[in-house]
C-alpha cells in the first residue's frame, strides 16, 4: 500500500511532464530505494515501465534463494543415489554379469541363426543339383533302356567244377636240420600238387555287398621230395644189434626221399564275392578244408656206408674196426631202400585256404548279353594246420644220426606240416532268371 501512495503522489508529476514531451521517464527516490517509471502523456496516462529498487533487490534475493534450494535439492539427490548405490552395490554388479552373458548369448544366437541361413541355403542349392542329377539320370536311364540296355542281375546261387595245381613245401624238424658249416641238410625238390572238385556256393548273404557260404567235395594228390647230395656223420654213441656200444661213421651220397599222398576232403568256403550272369566281378575266399587220408606211397633211394669202431671189445682192451660185416648193417655202397623204412601218416588233416581271383562271364557283356556260365580264374595258398604225419618213432636205429635210415625222413620229423601256392580255375553256372 505504501507503494501505491508513493506511485499516487507521483502520478500529478508524471502527467505534466506527458503533457510537454509525450512519452516521460521519470527517476526518484523513495525512502532510500530508486523509482524508474516510463509512460505516455494521456488521460489517463498510458504507464509502460515501472522499476522500484526494492522490488528489484528482493527479486534478486529471492532468485539468489531459489538457486540455493536447487543446489541443495540436487545435493540431497546425489547423497540419496549415493546411498542406493552403496546399498545395492552388489545387486549392481550381478546385474551387470547378468546383462554381459546375456549379451554374449545374444551375440552366440545371432551368429548361430546366421549360420542356419547358410547351412538352409547351402543345403536348397544341394537339394537343386541332386534333383538335376536325379532327372538327367532318369532320362539317361529311360535313353538306355529304349535303346536295349538292361539292369545288371542279381548274384544268385551257384554251383561249378574246378582243377587247382601247386607246388607244395612240407616242413619238419628233420628237414630244417643245418651242417656245421650252416648249410641245410636237405634240399628240398620242386614237385605239384592237383585238385579236383565240384562246388556249391549261396546267393548273397547280405543286401549291401556280396558274402556267401559254400561247400564241396575235393580229391587231393600231393606229392613231396628233397633229399641229400653229400653227407658225413659220426655218431659216438650207438648200439648194434647185439647191445654193443660202438662209434658210428656214416657217410651219404645221392639221397632222394619222396612221398605222395591222396585225399578227400569237404571245403567249406566264406566267399567275398559272386559270380554274375552279366558282369566281370572278384572274389576273395576263406577256406576250412577237413581231410581224409585215403592213400599213401613212400619211396627212397640212394647209397650210405656204414662203418663201426670198437674199443675195449668185450673189456679186453681190444681195438676193431668193421667196415663190411652186413650181420651187423656194415658195408660200403649200402641201399637206403634196403632198411625197413617206415612213416606213421595221420588219416586225417585239416588244411586251411586263402584265394582270391576273378569270374568271367562267357558272354559278350559289352553288347549286353548274358550267359549262366562263368569262368572263374584265381591264386591260392593252402597249408596244413594239423600235422601230415606223426613224430619221430622210439624204435630207431641210430636215433642221433642226422639221417634216420630205417624211417622216411621226409614224413617222420616233429611238426610236419606243408604250404602250396597255386593256380585255380573253374567252370561255374549261376542260377537264376536274367534281368
Sequence with gaps: MRYLKCILVLLPCLCCLNVVLGQTEVTGKYKGHIVKMKYYRGSPDDIQYLEYGL????????????????KKEKELERLRKKQLVSENDDLERQLMIKERDLLACERSVDSLKRRVVTVLDSLVARENMLNDSVRVLHAQLDEARKTGFRTFSPGGPYFGVGYSIGMPLIFS????????????????????????????????????????LGIGLEYSRLKFAAGIGQLSDTVRQATDSDQCNYTAFLSYRNVEESATLHYISIPLTLSFGQPYRDRISGYAQITLTPSFCIGSSLSASGNYSHKGYYS???????????????????????????????AEINRFLLTGRLAGGIYLPMCRVQQGKTSPWVFKLGVKMDFAITPVAKGMSDDTMLPEATYRLNQFNLMSGDGCRFVSFGLEAGIMYVFGNKN
Design 55 to 70: 522490488v528489484t533487490d528482493l527479486n534478486k534475493q529471492i532468485k539468489k534463494l531459489e538457486g540455493d534450494i536447487a
Design 173 to 212: 624238424s628233420l628237414l630244417n636240420q643245418k651242417m656245421d658249416s650252416g648249410e641245410s641238410v636237405w634240399k628240398r625238390r620242386v614237385t605239384f600238387s592237383h585238385q579236383v572238385g565240384i562246388y556249391w556256393g549261396s546267393r548273397s548273404l547280405v543286401k549291401k555287398g556280396s558274402l556267401s
Design 312 to 342: 675195449d671189445l668185450y673189456g679186453n682192451s681190444v681195438n676193431l674196426t668193421l667196415d663190411d660185416f652186413s650181420a651187423l648193417g656194415f658195408g660200403p655202397n649200402r641201399q637206403v631202400s634196403d632198411c625197413g623204412k617206415t
